[in-house]
């Protein structure tokens, strides 16, 4: 659907396949096991993995960093949102002891690169160059497990923030306070409203208050998690002015009530009108897609059984034809050839 509304955008020679998923070797190796070595480091930068250097590639690829502590969650929203894994899949994902990158180009619009993070990420090892991550980096996610003790959480969210604020003023950042699933809807308003509180606390305290983080409850058992990665998403997208007046034109038109532009792919939006999102419309939304997408492929199935048969016929068809052809043309020459006394006809 956005690439209807969206004339693409230049890609890079490598962005053919639609996904491709690669780990930073030797970037930061944060296995506990005897594998995390400097030998890891090297073959790392031989395979030439380390594009995030290259200037051009965060132009068109804005870079998406998932991070916070273990078990927090990171893996799991990649792979919901992403990967279409069922949330209860998830339970069965092995702890992250590499950065895991992986190129997300479901159309011009969303054409992204997602950083998935160890929880155990060190700042002050030295094969862990923060700099040259944080470069180009358009947004950086910070998952907070709602239901653990997110003390430490926080005293991390903060280092990682203030770390990332001095190389880079322009990244966006986004705490998604996590597994809310868990929780009473009083006690979420609450979690929220302490993390916010601390967290902002906690820069006012550094005198950086100009820092502005934004706060998402989510989860990956409903729809929360599609919606704050797709305002996200949104945020890097240059052309976002321009797609929320093409739709408020749309909707003011055609009398619908509220317009979505999604990626089918991921189910994430990349605009909507200017009026308020409800959450119960964006979910119905999302499961409209998905009848389409499964009526469709049975359509399609059906589709293509239907015209190979109807392409076979033709093919036997077109055959029996020339066949008849030929043997009415050999009769006629056949008549042609001889006068009924048996005598050859001279062709003049
Ligand atoms: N209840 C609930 N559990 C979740 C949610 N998201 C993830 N989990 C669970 O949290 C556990 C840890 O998930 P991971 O995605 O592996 O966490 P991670 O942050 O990638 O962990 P590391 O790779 O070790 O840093 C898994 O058992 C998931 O099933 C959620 O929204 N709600
Ligand atoms: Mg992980």
Not at 47 to 73: A, C, T
Not at 89 to 103: A, V, W, Y
């Amino acid at each position: 659907m956005s690439q209807v509304l969206g004339k693409p955008q230049p890609q890079n020679e490598d962005d053919d396949d639609e996904e491709e998923e690669d780990e930073l070797v030797g970037l930061a190796d944060y296995g506990d096991g005897p594998d995390s070595s400097d030998a890891d480091l090297d073959s790392g930068a031989e395979e030439g993995v380390l594009d995030f250097s290259d200037p051009f590639s965060s132009e068109v690829k804005p870079r998406i960093l998932l991070m916070g502590l273990r078990r927090s969650g990171k893996s799991s929203i990649q792979k919901v949102v992403f990967h279409k894994m069922s949330p209860n899949e998830t339970l069965f994902l092995e702890s992250t002891n590499k950065i895991c990158r992986e190129d997300v180009s479901n159309s011009s619009f969303v054409n992204f690169q997602i950083w998935d993070f160890p929880g155990q990420i060190d700042f002050f090892d030295p094969t862990f160059d923060y700099e040259m991550i944080f470069r180009g980096t358009g947004a950086l996610i910070f998952v907070i497990d709602s239901q653990d003790d997110y003390m430490e959480a926080l005293a991390r969210l903060h280092l990682t923030v203030t770390r990332a604020y001095k190389v880079n003023t322009d990244i966006n950042f986004e705490v998604f306070i996590h597994k809310v699933d868990g929780l009473s809807d009083d006690h979420k308003i609450e979690t929220q409203r302490d993390i916010h509180q601390r967290a902002n606390d906690d820069l006012a305290d550094a005198g950086l208050e100009k820092i502005h983080l934004s706060f998402y409850l989510t989860s990956i058992y409903d729809h929360s998690i599609f919606e704050a990665f797709s305002k996200v998403v949104q945020k890097l997208i240059p052309q976002l002015p321009t797609l929320e007046n093409l739709l408020n034109i749309f909707i003011s038109n055609s009398g619908i009530e509220k317009a979505f532009l999604f990626d089918v792919v991921s189910k994430i939006y990349i605009a909507t009108d200017s009026t308020p999102v409800d959450m119960q419309t964006y979910e119905l939304c999302c499961d409209m897609i998905d009848v389409v997408i499964d009526i469709s492929c049975i359509y399609l199935i059906d589709y293509n059984f239907h015209c190979f048969r109807k392409a076979i016929h033709e093919v036997f068809e077109v055959r029996m034809k020339v066949v008849k052809s030929r043997k009415v043309q050999n009769r006629l020459q056949k008549k042609k050839g001889a006068t009924p006394n048996g005598t050859p006809r001279v062709l003049l």
